[in-house]
C-alpha cells in the first residue's frame, strides 16, 4: 500500500512488477533489500534528486557499472539491477569484494574514505557511489580515456587496492593504504610531482605497453618490514 501524497508505501509485498518509475522533480529513494529483486529497470524520473539503496545482505562480489552518469547496473552475486535517472547510489551490505567499472569517457575519479568502514567513489562521468568496505579487495576500471585518480584517507583499510586503466592513468594525490596496491594500465601510468604512495602490503605497477621503460624523477623508498 503507498500513501502517494507523501510519497510512502509501506513494507506489504508484492510481485509480478518489472520497472519501478519515480515521480519527475522529486526526490525518490529505491531500497532492494537482500532478497528484493526487479526484472527490468528502476527509473528514478525526470529531473529531482533520486537515489538506490542497497540494503543489507552479505556477498562475495558487489559489482557496479556505469553507462553514463546516472545509469548503469548493480550486481550482487550474479543478481543484476538496471537503474536509470539516478544520482547516488548506496551499497548497505557486507562483501568480500567491490568491483566497479566506469565508464568510457576521461574519468576523473576520487575514492575517499567517510569513516572507518563507508568508502565513496565519485567519477565526473557517473554517480557517486557509496559502499561498506569490502573485507578483500576494491578493484576500479577506469574505462577508456585519460583517466586521473585520486585516494584519500585510505591508510586504515587493509584489503588490497586494484585500479585497472586501459589506457593512460594519472595518480594525483597521496596514497596511503594498509594493504596492498596495484595499478595497471596498457599506455602509461604517471605518479603527479610530489606525490607520496606509502603501503603496508605490496605494491605492484604494471604497464602493458610495447615502449622503453624510463625512469625520470623518482626517488623509491622501500620500508624494512622485517
Known amino acids: 500500500n503507498c500513501d502517494w501524497s507523501s510519497d510512502v508505501c509501506s513494507s ?4 509480478s512488477v518489472e520497472n519501478l518509475v519515480g515521480a519527475a522533480d522529486n526526490q525518490d529513494t529505491f531500497v532492494f533489500q537482500a ?5 527490468g529497470v528502476v527509473d528514478g524520473g525526470a529531473g529531482g534528486f533520486d537515489s538506490v539503496v542497497l540494503g543489507g545482505g552479505t556477498y562475495e562480489t558487489m559489482r557496479f557499472e556505469a553507462f553514463s552518469a546516472d545509469s548503469g547496473t548493480i550486481e550482487r ?3 543484476v539491477l ?14 568480500a569484494n567491490v568491483e566497479i567499472a566506469l565508464g568510457p569517457l576521461d574519468n576523473v575519479a576520487a575514492l575517499t574514505r567517510l569513516s572507518d568502514d563507508r568508502l565513496q567513489l565519485s567519477s565526473t562521468n557517473s554517480e557517486s557511489l557509496i559502499f ?20 584519500v584517507g585510505l591508510s586504515g583499510y587493509t584489503g588490497a587496492l586494484n585500479i585497472d586503466d586501459p589506457d593512460a592513468i594519472t595518480l594525483s594525490t597521496d596514497v596511503l593504504l594498509g594493504g596492498d596496491f596495484n595499478v595497471r594500465s596498457n599506455d602509461a601510468i604517471t605518479v603527479a610531482d610530489g606525490v607520496t604512495i606509502d603501503v603496508e602490503g ?3 605497477f ?7 621503460l624510463t625512469w625520470t624523477s623518482m626517488t623509491p623508498f622501500f620500508k624494512d618490514k622485517t
Open 12 to 15: 506489504d509485498l508484492f510481485s
Open 35 to 39: 532478497g528484493g529483486s526487479l526484472s
Open 77 to 79: 552475486d550474479g543478481d
Open 82 to 95: 538496471r537503474y536509470s535517472g539516478m544520482e547516488p547510489v548506496a551499497f548497505n551490505t557486507t562483501s
Open 132 to 151: 561498506d568496505a569490502p573485507t578483500e579487495s576494491v578493484t576500479i576500471h577506469l574505462g577508456e580515456g585519460a583517466d586521473s585518480i585520486s585516494i
Open 202 to 204: 605490496d605494491l605492484l
Open 206 to 212: 604494471r604497464v602493458d605497453a610495447s615502449l622503453d
